[in-house]
């Protein structure tokens, strides 16, 4: 039973538009969802995260969406840079779980020159 | 401050070796996870350390052993490796804090042959 799902395996993008990132999940006691972004042979690194109380985070070029009723959440990136080119996972936390992360299994953003 | 280091960064074993896969944070971070990347299977959760003294089973616990030595250091032993245990392994820790963070090490890629 796959709680948080990142339907699309890859993505591609020119540089400079907009990279749009999806996420659903399933689990009504999620309360907090992350972005992390990874590069080949290194390990994950924090990119963006919002709280289940708020609707939108902005980070410089990095904006995550949330939408509860929906149980779906965006990551969008505007404008898209080559450095950008990375696998992007989603990850959700339960509330009272111990700090646990769920991710779902990533979706390759490739941003072209 | 090195964050969370890994060692190894590679190895590979024969069927019912055995290891130990090491992990040290600086961060003073009192939680600590292990998880395996597999192919098109995104992050799972094969055990954690709330903190130091404790351990819990994440998702995938079959097959392998966890030991808290300090709050720093955090171990993964396979005790019989299996082919099925082919993977990237990612140390992570935590920041305290409702923020829920996690900061990985660079993975250890280990082949079981």
């Not at chain 1, 996972?89 to 299994?105: D, I, V």
């Not at chain 2, 409702?98 to 250890?108: E, I, L, M, N, S």
Request: glycine share 8%.
């Amino acid at each position: 039973d796959q709680q948080v799902k990142q339907n699309s395996p890859s993505l591609s993008v020119q540089e400079g538009r907009i990279s749009i990132l999806n996420c659903d999940y399933t689990n009504s006691m999620f309360d907090y969802f992350l972005w992390y972004k990874k590069y080949p042979a290194e390990g994950p690194t924090f990119l963006i995260s919002i709280s289940s109380i708020k609707d939108k985070n902005e980070d410089g070029r990095f904006t995550v969406f949330l939408n509860k009723s929906a149980k779906h959440l965006s990551l969008h990136i505007v404008p898209s840079q080559p450095g950008d080119s990375a696998v992007y996972f989603c990850a959700a936390r339960s509330g009272g779980s111990n700090y646990k992360l769920t991710f779902g299994k990533g979706t390759l953003l490739t941003v072209n020159p | 401050n090195a964050g969370v280091t890994q060692t190894p960064k590679f190895q590979v074993l024969k069927t019912g070796q055995s290891m130990t896969l090491q992990c040290a944070q600086d961060m003073n971070h009192n939680s600590m996870y292990w998880y395996r990347q597999d192919p098109g299977m995104g992050l799972r959760l094969i055990y954690y350390s709330a903190s130091e003294g404790t351990t819990d089973k994440g998702e995938v616990p079959n097959g392998y052993n966890v030991s808290r030595l300090n709050k720093r250091e955090f171990s993964l032993r396979l005790e019989s490796a299996a082919p099925s245990q082919t993977s990237v392994y990612f140390c992570a820790s935590r920041t305290s804090g409702y923020t829920d963070t996690q900061y990985f090490g660079p993975g250890t890629r280990l082949t079981v042959l």
